[in-house]
């Protein structure tokens, strides 16, 4: 058993961060053509599918690391790297900073208006940004609204460390929601 290094993960973690990406953009695409449901309706259904699809293609394998890491740690084969999650989940906000750095500049007319190509780029948060703009251009949108894309940089973060957390300590969310121990009947003798 080898442990994968910080540059391993962050590669692998970007591959699932595109390919999130583009899964999110179909769905979100599919749900949109729904045009007979509300819009809140579909906002609804949209952020029902796509945070869940998006943040487990980031948190699964940060999470199995972090297993494995554990386990190393444990048999004194590894040393302890609490940090492992951070680590990796500042390499992961990267294009996040730099796309809201782009939309920020877009939104001061110096650069042109980029919004729907940011859009694109954060598919997982689609609903969000429906709420936040539902207009295709950045000239509508007020301060707050860009303050609100720049605190969504940090959900890459959010998810890896809590991934490499959890993992680490051996908490698997996915246990905890699949199987549900039932409460046992007291007997009497």
């Known amino acids: ?21 583009i899964l999110c953009f ?13 819009m809140v309706l ?7 599918f796509l945070i869940p699809l998006y943040s487990m293609l980031i948190y699964s394998p940060i999470w199995t690391e972090a297993d494995r890491n554990r386990n190393m740690v444990q048999f004194g084969h590894l040393e302890e790297d609490k940090f492992k999650g951070l680590k990796i ?7 996040y900073l730099i796309a809201n750095l782009v939309l920020t500049l ?10 729907p190509i940011y859009k694109i780029f954060n598919s997982h948060l689609w609903p969000l940004m429906n709420i936040l703009n539902f207009n ?13 894309c720049w605190l969504t940089s940090f959900y890459p973060l959010i998810v890896s460390v809590i991934a490499y957390f ?12 699949i199987y549900k121990n039932k409460p046992r009947k007291k007997r009497r003798y």
């Open 166 to 177: 959890l993992g680490f300590k051996g908490i698997s969310v996915s246990e905890k929601l």
């Open 26 to 38: 179909f769905v979100a695409v599919s749900l949109s053509m729904l045009n007979f449901l509300p």
């Open 106 to 115: 877009s939104w001061c007319k110096v650069i042109p208006d980029i919004y």
């Open 1 to 21: 058993m080898k442990e994968k290094s910080v540059f391993k993960m962050i590669i692998s973690s970007y591959g699932n961060m595109l390919l999130g990406g």
């Open 89 to 95: 989940g500042i390499f992961l906000i990267i294009p």
């Open 42 to 48: 579909i906002n609804i259904l949209l952020f029902i």
């Open 136 to 148: 295709a251009s950045v000239e509508k949108m007020n301060i707050f609204s860009i303050m609100i």
